[in-house]
Each structure stands twice: as C-alpha cells, then as structure tokens.
Nanobody, 118 residues
Framework: QPQLVESGGGLVQAGGSLRLSCAASGTIFSIGAWDWGWFRQAPGKQREPVVRLIVGETHNTDSVKDRFTISRDNAKNTVYLQMNSLTPEDTGVYYC???????????WGQGTQVTVSS
C-alpha cells in the first residue's frame, strides 16, 4: 500500500526554521514520473499549495518565495521542505502530496502540524 508519512513539524518562534520530511513507501513511487508538493491548511481555511516540484521545476506560492525550499532525496525516497524565516501566518497542518504524471493518481500524507508563535 503506497504511503506518505510526514514528520518534522512542531512549535517554533517567529523567525525560526523547520525542516519537514515526507517519507514515501511503496514501489509505485519508483515507477513512472511523479510530481511532489507540500500543501498546508491553516485553521478555518482551505488546503493550499505551498511549494511544488513539477517536472523538475520548483513552483512556490508568493508568500513563501525565498523562504521555503523543496528538495528530494531519491535514494531515501524522501521529500523535504526547508522552511526559514517563519511567521505566524505559516501556521497550519502541512501535507505532502505525490501526483503521478502517468495515471493522474494522487496520494496524501496524514499531515504534520506547524505552529509559529509571535
């Protein structure tokens, strides 16, 4: 069963940094082409994309540009989100997403909470 498991969330003061990890398990992720992304859902708001790795290119939402970086370690089947200069507006549950370019299938992790205090 394909699975994505996020980790690395927590409580941090404004201006601090966190690195989130998304471990992908299941042979399906080694077959075909996949896009990877991090989404977040703030309290009372809809889930929104934060940073996405689409066909090798990074796409950042404007609010995190120059602060957040997505990377992937193929050997470890893990995708990372490095978050710097965090602000209280970055608070939310962060979800990892994998999207197959071949089949259109998408998988989500269970989410990891990030709380930024002012």
């Amino acid at each position: 069963q394909p699975q994505l498991v996020e980790s690395g969330g927590g409580l941090v003061q404004a201006g601090g940094s966190l690195r989130l990890s998304c471990a992908a398990s299941g042979t399906i992720f080694s077959i075909g082409a996949w896009d990877w992304g991090w989404f977040r859902q703030a309290p009372g708001k809809q889930r929104e994309p934060v940073v996405r790795l689409i066909v090798g290119e990074t796409h950042n939402t404007d609010s995190v540009k120059d602060r957040f970086t997505i990377s992937r370690d193929n050997a470890k089947n893990t995708v990372y989100l490095q978050m710097n200069s965090l602000t209280p507006e970055d608070t939310g549950v962060y979800y990892c997403n994998a999207h197959s370019l071949d089949t259109g299938s998408a998988y989500w992790g269970q989410g990891t909470q990030v709380t930024v205090s002012s």
